[in-house]
């Protein structure tokens, strides 16, 4: 497993911008398909982009494409979310997760998972 912890939630306007970051300790960052996932209030935690071990590929939710870029840095264990015209209905908390295997969008296929960071977006 694979100890994460989120940052960069926060309270925006509709249409702004957030960046989510995902820190991850240990030496094996690198060889792990990283996703972001979120929860709203009284919903199941839903998928939202994955990207591959070495950052070349990537998939999304379909309502967040072209809003949304997951990327990372694998000198830096970090993989972000670039949050562009948000809207009221992403509001929820966002969690990062590590798995060994690229593209999944299930949940319990994930190894390890963040605490989450809340993002609010007012309308």
């Known amino acids: 497993q694979v100890p994460l912890v989120e940052s960069g939630g926060g309270l925006v306007q509709a249409g702004g911008s957030l960046r989510l970051s995902c820190a991850a300790s240990?030496?094996?960052?690198?060889?792990?398909?990283m996703a972001w996932f979120r929860q709203a209030p009284g919903k199941e935690r839903e998928f939202v982009a994955v990207?591959?071990?070495?950052?070349?590929?990537?998939y999304y939710k379909d309502s967040v494409k072209g809003r949304f870029t997951i990327s990372r840095d694998n000198a830096k264990n970090t993989v972000y979310l670039q949050m562009n015209n948000l809207k009221p209905e992403d509001t929820a908390v966002y969690y990062c997760a590590a798995r060994r295997l690229y593209r999944s969008s299930y949940p319990g296929d994930y190894e390890s998972w963040g605490v989450g960071t809340q993002v609010t977006v007012s309308s």
């Open positions: 240990g030496r094996t960052f690198s060889s792990y398909a």
């Open positions: 990207i591959n071990y070495s950052g070349v590929l990537t």
